[in-house]
Protein backbone atom coordinates (compact mmCIF):
# COMPACT_ATOMS: atom_id res chain seq x y z
CA UNK A 1 0.00 0.00 0.00
CA UNK A 2 2.60 2.65 0.85
CA UNK A 3 5.22 1.46 -1.25
CA UNK A 4 2.13 2.50 -4.57
CA UNK A 5 2.17 6.06 -3.15
CA UNK A 6 4.20 8.06 -5.45
CA UNK A 7 5.20 11.51 -3.26
CA UNK A 8 6.47 14.44 -5.16
CA UNK A 9 9.58 16.12 -5.30
CA UNK A 10 7.63 19.44 -4.61
CA UNK A 11 5.84 17.76 -1.41
CA UNK A 12 8.53 18.35 0.78
CA UNK A 13 8.80 22.29 0.03
CA UNK A 14 4.60 22.18 1.32
CA UNK A 15 5.21 19.90 4.13
CA UNK A 16 8.04 22.36 4.92
CA UNK A 17 5.69 25.51 4.70
CA UNK A 18 3.01 24.09 7.07
CA UNK A 19 5.89 23.04 9.58
CA UNK A 20 7.17 26.90 9.29
CA UNK A 21 3.68 28.13 9.58
CA UNK A 22 1.91 26.36 12.52
CA UNK A 23 5.90 27.06 14.15
CA UNK A 24 5.26 30.17 13.69
CA UNK A 25 2.04 30.39 15.28
CA UNK A 26 2.91 27.82 17.86
CA UNK A 27 5.71 30.75 19.02
CA UNK A 28 3.66 33.60 18.74
CA UNK A 29 0.77 31.87 21.13
CA UNK A 30 3.40 31.02 23.92
CA UNK A 31 5.80 33.05 23.55
CA UNK A 32 3.16 35.91 24.10
CA UNK A 33 2.27 34.06 27.32
CA UNK A 34 5.46 33.50 28.75
CA UNK A 35 6.33 37.07 27.83
CA UNK A 36 3.27 37.91 29.80
CA UNK A 37 3.88 35.49 32.60
CA UNK A 38 0.52 33.57 32.29
CA UNK A 39 0.42 29.63 32.76
CA UNK A 40 -0.98 27.83 29.66
CA UNK A 41 -3.77 28.22 27.51
CA UNK A 42 -5.94 25.32 26.09
CA UNK A 43 -5.07 27.43 22.23
CA UNK A 44 -1.45 26.82 23.53
CA UNK A 45 -1.96 23.39 24.21
CA UNK A 46 -3.60 22.91 20.62
CA UNK A 47 -1.43 24.82 19.05
CA UNK A 48 1.86 22.66 20.52
CA UNK A 49 -0.44 19.49 19.65
CA UNK A 50 -0.74 20.68 15.77
CA UNK A 51 3.12 21.48 15.78
CA UNK A 52 3.85 17.82 16.70
CA UNK A 53 1.72 16.38 14.04
CA UNK A 54 2.64 18.69 11.75
CA UNK A 55 6.53 17.49 12.39
CA UNK A 56 5.91 14.06 12.20
CA UNK A 57 4.23 14.65 9.09
CA UNK A 58 7.50 16.32 7.58
CA UNK A 59 9.84 13.52 8.86
CA UNK A 60 7.32 10.58 7.46
CA UNK A 61 7.55 12.32 4.19
CA UNK A 62 11.39 12.51 4.57
CA UNK A 63 11.16 8.93 4.90
CA UNK A 64 9.52 8.42 2.00
CA UNK A 65 10.96 10.44 -0.34
CA UNK A 66 14.34 8.93 0.86
CA UNK A 67 12.56 5.41 -0.05
CA UNK A 68 12.34 7.07 -3.50
CA UNK A 69 15.73 7.24 -4.20
CA UNK A 70 15.79 11.59 -4.19
CA UNK A 71 18.66 12.02 -2.79
CA UNK A 72 20.41 12.07 1.01
CA UNK A 73 19.69 15.97 0.97
CA UNK A 74 16.25 14.98 2.25
CA UNK A 75 17.87 13.44 4.88
CA UNK A 76 18.65 16.45 6.62
CA UNK A 77 15.80 18.69 5.29
CA UNK A 78 13.26 16.91 6.92
CA UNK A 79 15.35 14.56 9.82
CA UNK A 80 17.22 17.65 11.43
CA UNK A 81 13.67 19.78 10.48
CA UNK A 82 11.51 17.42 11.40
CA UNK A 83 13.36 14.90 14.01
CA UNK A 84 15.56 17.40 15.92
CA UNK A 85 12.29 19.38 16.38
CA UNK A 86 10.63 16.39 18.13
CA UNK A 87 13.15 16.12 19.95
CA UNK A 88 12.63 19.42 21.81
CA UNK A 89 9.15 18.50 21.89
CA UNK A 90 10.30 15.53 23.75
CA UNK A 91 12.52 16.90 26.11
CA UNK A 92 9.63 19.06 27.42
CA UNK A 93 7.76 15.93 28.46
CA UNK A 94 10.73 14.01 30.03
CA UNK A 95 11.31 17.82 32.21
CA UNK A 96 8.26 17.92 33.68
CA UNK A 97 7.97 20.47 36.53
CA UNK A 98 4.64 21.61 38.39
CA UNK A 99 5.05 25.28 38.51
CA UNK A 100 2.83 26.22 35.68
CA UNK A 101 4.71 29.34 34.98
CA UNK A 102 8.10 27.47 33.90
CA UNK A 103 5.52 25.55 31.70
CA UNK A 104 5.13 28.00 29.61
CA UNK A 105 8.49 29.58 29.56
CA UNK A 106 9.71 26.43 29.39
CA UNK A 107 7.05 25.55 26.25
CA UNK A 108 8.59 28.94 24.68
CA UNK A 109 11.90 27.69 24.62
CA UNK A 110 10.74 24.81 22.46
CA UNK A 111 9.54 26.78 20.38
CA UNK A 112 12.18 29.41 20.11
CA UNK A 113 14.53 26.09 19.52
CA UNK A 114 12.21 24.33 17.03
CA UNK A 115 11.77 27.57 14.61
CA UNK A 116 16.14 28.17 14.31
CA UNK A 117 15.29 24.19 13.26
CA UNK A 118 12.46 24.65 11.17
CA UNK A 119 13.78 27.62 9.40
CA UNK A 120 17.06 26.85 8.44
CA UNK A 121 15.99 23.28 6.80
CA UNK A 122 13.42 25.57 5.23
CA UNK A 123 15.75 27.22 3.69
CA UNK A 124 17.60 24.63 2.16
CA UNK A 125 15.09 22.81 1.09
CA UNK A 126 14.08 25.99 -1.04
CA UNK A 127 17.51 25.79 -2.41
CA UNK A 128 17.42 22.61 -3.21
CA UNK A 129 13.66 23.24 -4.98
CA UNK A 130 15.73 25.85 -7.14
CA UNK A 131 18.35 23.38 -8.35
CA UNK A 132 15.46 21.05 -8.95
CA UNK A 133 13.28 23.31 -10.90
CA UNK A 134 16.11 24.52 -12.85
CA UNK A 135 16.62 21.07 -14.05
CA UNK A 136 13.18 20.62 -15.53
CA UNK A 137 14.33 22.52 -18.73
CA UNK A 138 17.35 20.08 -19.78
CA UNK A 139 20.20 21.13 -22.43
CA UNK A 140 19.86 19.77 -25.82
CA UNK A 141 22.07 16.93 -26.55
CA UNK A 142 23.46 18.52 -28.76
CA UNK A 143 24.96 20.88 -26.45
CA UNK A 144 26.10 18.31 -23.28
CA UNK A 145 29.62 18.34 -23.27
CA UNK A 146 30.85 15.26 -24.25
CA UNK A 147 32.97 13.86 -21.46
CA UNK A 148 34.65 10.33 -20.80
CA UNK A 149 32.44 8.63 -17.82
CA UNK A 150 34.63 7.15 -14.20
CA UNK A 151 32.55 3.83 -13.56
CA UNK A 152 34.28 3.71 -10.04
CA UNK A 153 33.06 7.55 -9.11
CA UNK A 154 29.85 6.47 -11.05
CA UNK A 155 28.81 4.05 -8.61
CA UNK A 156 29.54 5.74 -5.71
CA UNK A 157 27.23 8.23 -7.16
CA UNK A 158 24.45 5.35 -7.84
CA UNK A 159 25.48 3.91 -4.43
CA UNK A 160 23.90 7.43 -2.91
CA UNK A 161 20.84 8.12 -5.21
CA UNK A 162 19.84 5.53 -6.88
CA UNK A 163 20.24 2.10 -5.25
CA UNK A 164 17.69 2.90 -2.94
CA UNK A 165 15.15 2.94 -6.50
CA UNK A 166 17.25 0.29 -8.46
CA UNK A 167 18.61 -1.59 -5.94
CA UNK A 168 22.20 -1.94 -4.91
CA UNK A 169 23.45 -3.88 -7.71
CA UNK A 170 20.91 -2.78 -10.48
CA UNK A 171 18.10 -5.65 -9.24
CA UNK A 172 15.09 -3.02 -9.13
CA UNK A 173 13.14 -2.36 -5.91
CA UNK A 174 9.39 -3.33 -5.97
CA UNK A 175 6.87 -0.34 -6.56
CA UNK A 176 9.83 2.40 -7.07
CA UNK A 177 12.04 1.52 -10.25
CA UNK A 178 12.67 -1.07 -12.58
CA UNK A 179 15.93 -3.88 -13.21
CA UNK A 180 19.08 -2.45 -14.82
CA UNK A 181 19.71 -5.89 -15.45
CA UNK A 182 17.04 -5.68 -17.57
CA UNK A 183 18.05 -2.54 -19.22
CA UNK A 184 21.13 -3.50 -21.42
CA UNK A 185 19.61 -3.39 -24.74
CA UNK A 186 18.67 0.39 -23.88
CA UNK A 187 21.71 1.51 -22.61
CA UNK A 188 23.58 -0.20 -25.62
CA UNK A 189 20.89 1.08 -28.12
CA UNK A 190 21.74 4.97 -26.90
CA UNK A 191 24.68 6.83 -26.92
CA UNK A 192 26.08 8.37 -23.59
CA UNK A 193 25.27 11.57 -24.30
CA UNK A 194 21.86 10.40 -25.02
CA UNK A 195 21.70 8.27 -21.72
CA UNK A 196 22.89 11.59 -19.77
CA UNK A 197 20.32 14.10 -21.65
CA UNK A 198 17.56 11.47 -20.38
CA UNK A 199 19.28 11.10 -16.57
CA UNK A 200 19.03 15.11 -17.11
CA UNK A 201 15.15 15.28 -18.20
CA UNK A 202 13.85 12.72 -15.68
CA UNK A 203 10.91 10.57 -16.43
CA UNK A 204 7.25 12.00 -14.90
CA UNK A 205 4.87 8.61 -13.57
CA UNK A 206 2.60 8.92 -16.11
CA UNK A 207 5.02 9.15 -19.21
CA UNK A 208 4.07 6.04 -21.35
CA UNK A 209 7.56 4.56 -21.51
CA UNK A 210 7.33 4.67 -17.90
CA UNK A 211 6.77 0.90 -17.09
CA UNK A 212 6.87 1.31 -13.06
CA UNK A 213 4.71 3.99 -12.63
CA UNK A 214 7.35 6.08 -10.43
CA UNK A 215 8.59 9.38 -10.67
CA UNK A 216 12.37 9.04 -11.85
CA UNK A 217 13.33 12.96 -10.54
CA UNK A 218 15.67 14.88 -12.86
CA UNK A 219 19.70 14.67 -12.48
CA UNK A 220 18.85 11.27 -10.88
CA UNK A 221 17.86 12.98 -7.82
CA UNK A 222 21.11 14.32 -7.26
CA UNK A 223 21.69 18.05 -6.38
CA UNK A 224 23.57 20.57 -8.59
CA UNK A 225 24.26 17.19 -10.72
CA UNK A 226 27.14 18.35 -13.75
CA UNK A 227 27.67 16.70 -16.86
CA UNK A 228 30.59 14.80 -15.06
CA UNK A 229 28.29 13.03 -12.16
CA UNK A 230 25.79 11.76 -15.03
CA UNK A 231 28.73 10.58 -17.28
CA UNK A 232 29.96 8.43 -14.35
CA UNK A 233 26.94 7.21 -13.54
CA UNK A 234 26.37 6.41 -17.10
CA UNK A 235 29.58 4.39 -17.27
CA UNK A 236 28.95 2.61 -14.37
CA UNK A 237 25.73 1.46 -16.07
CA UNK A 238 27.45 0.41 -18.64
CA UNK A 239 29.30 -2.36 -16.19
CA UNK A 240 25.62 -3.75 -15.30
Not at 18 to 46: C, E, M, Q
Not at 63 to 69: A, E, R
Not at 199 to 206: E, F, I, Q, S, V
Request: proline share 5%; hydrophobic share 45%; net charge negative.
Amino acid sequence: MIDSIIVSPVTHMIVGTIVLLTNLFFLFVVGRLAWKKHTLSPLANATFILFQLALITQTLVGIKLLDQGLGVLQLYIHYLGGAASLAFCLLYYWLPTRDELKQSRRLAVVAVASFLFVFLTFVVGSIADVSLDSAESPQPITQITSLTGDPVRGKTLYDAYGAGAHGISGEGVAGLGTSLNNANQFIADHTDAELVHFLRTGRDPNDPDNVSGTLMPPNGGIPNATDQDLYDIVAYLRTL
